[in-house]
């Protein structure tokens, strides 16, 4: 087995990528780069990993834990440690790339039973010992680090089991560390879905979407895991809670929501019971339009949110940049297409690609792609048919490929995303592109892909050369840059990633000292002691 700081922060499956040949030619053309450049291997991490900090629980207390939990499932050796420390926020990934792990966890313990789940979380707060519930650590807040050391419950080992199909409630009981596709598996060999697929499905689980409160890219017509989740059953410091999955109830606050976005910091998911909806793929209608730029593309988005006639699942928008972006990668730029789209007013870097697909009933699809088509049209939109959703929608998972070969050739390339009422929307695009922007040599995508009635999500890439030696104090400067401008500009924290230790200093200036009061009195009264994956997650203590 590999056993390289390289084998930890690769994404996915581990499978190395290299840059093809458009994205080559984009890096060459945006940061002056020539091909002796893609022979570099910055920060590559292929040494093997070896840990200063050494454990500190005392062999005793683990020894109690293994008689808890078993030896086998007690881990302390460096590598799995390491692997545990971090997830993949682009700081995280630097510091591995450097092989720095300052704060590891004491130990890695996969639990078996909920009643083992108990017991670990007494021993801690007896002794002390803090505790981070983990799923498949691909958080990219710092949502899953270890500050303080101790335990890193990882809930994928055993707590990985669909436990229940209710064909009659249309609902699913699941433990926490299902994967995106063993659980989609499952249910569409049941004749269902979940239709929640963020982009990190595959290699994601349950519990994470609930405790991040994340978002799938077919949200606009499921809804976010907020609007999926029934009931759940929580282990906490101060005793079990469990909810009930009645459809609607009115008893008092509605503490599945104290539970959804809390990032481990009140305790350990069990159970999570989901909603699930037919799973009929031969009905899905699709369609893509060109528009002639970006402010009639998301006046549309909005017509077509607010008409009335439905909604569609997957409804995404890219900016003028990164459609500019796409079509050169692709190699559109220069087609017989791209000539007819020029000569009909649709302008490389004013143009804008939207995809859209509509699941359920064939004639419900039917009509909403017929509304949406006329709706788009209205606002001078392009048809361009069903063939590049399709593509796009192959290749939806494979992006997040790319980052690891952009670092090795120093380049910076991180994403962040927030939500913004239709009325703030041009504004809010406008001076957050502006702001990363004016960094010498930096390229700027932004799309939108969660669309509600009242407004939708913007979510921004951006790619730029690292400055050598100064790696993570150049990309944390520009990050907290970036939050700056988008908070002051009126967007959300996050719209889907968490908020996590990277974005907690902000938490007071958004919510307001009376909310952050309300927020740590509920941790205080869970989590006594503080030990639930503690050091200013959510900005609490």
Known sequence: ??????????????????????VVELIKEQFDYIDADFDKKVLYGDREVRLEQKSKIPAAIRQQFENIAGSENVRWDDYSRATHAFGKFYGDLLNLRKGEIATPPDLVISPRTEKEIEQILHLC???????????????????????????????TAWF?????????????RVQPGVY?????????????????????????TVGGWVAARGAGQASTGYGKIEDLVLALRVVTPAGIIETKDFPATAEAWDLNKIFIGS??????????????RKYRPENTAFASFVFKDFTSATQSMRKIMQAGFGFPHLFRLSDPVETATAFKIKGFDN?????????????????CLMFVSIEGDKEYTH???????KTARKSGAFYSGEKPVKEWLKQRYESAYLRDPLMDVGIMTDTVETSVTWDNLLNLWTNVRRYLESREKTHVMAHISHVYENGANLYFTFLSPMKPD???EDYLQYHKGLIDAIHANGGSLSHHHGIGRALAPWMEKEMGKTAMRLLQAIKDNLDPKGIMNPGNTLGLR
């Open 335 to 351: 087609s017989l297409s791209d000539r007819f789209l020029k000569m009909k007013g649709y302008r490389p870097g004013e143009r």
């Open 160 to 172: 990985n089991k669909v436990l229940e199909v209710n064909e009659v409630n249309t609902s699913v």
């Open 263 to 276: 990032e481990g910091t009140l305790g350990v998911i069990t159970s999570v019971t989901l909603k699930i």
């Open 180 to 204: 995106g596709p063993a659980l989609e598996k499952h249910l569409n060999d049941r004749g269902y879905t979940c239709g929640h697929f963020p982009q990190s499905f595959e290699y994601s």
């Open 125 to 155: 707060q007896q002794e002390n010992i803090a505790i981070t519930p983990v799923g498949s650590l691909s958080s990219v807040t710092r949502g899953v680090e270890t500050p303080r050391g101790g335990i890193s419950l990882d809930l």
């Open 470 to 472: 100064e790696e993570v």
């Open 367 to 373: 009509l909403v792609k017929k509304k949406i088509k």
């Open 1 to 22: 087995m590999e056993t390289t700081y390289r084998s930890i922060f690769k994404w996915g499956d581990k499978r190395e990528e290299k840059l093809e040949k458009g």
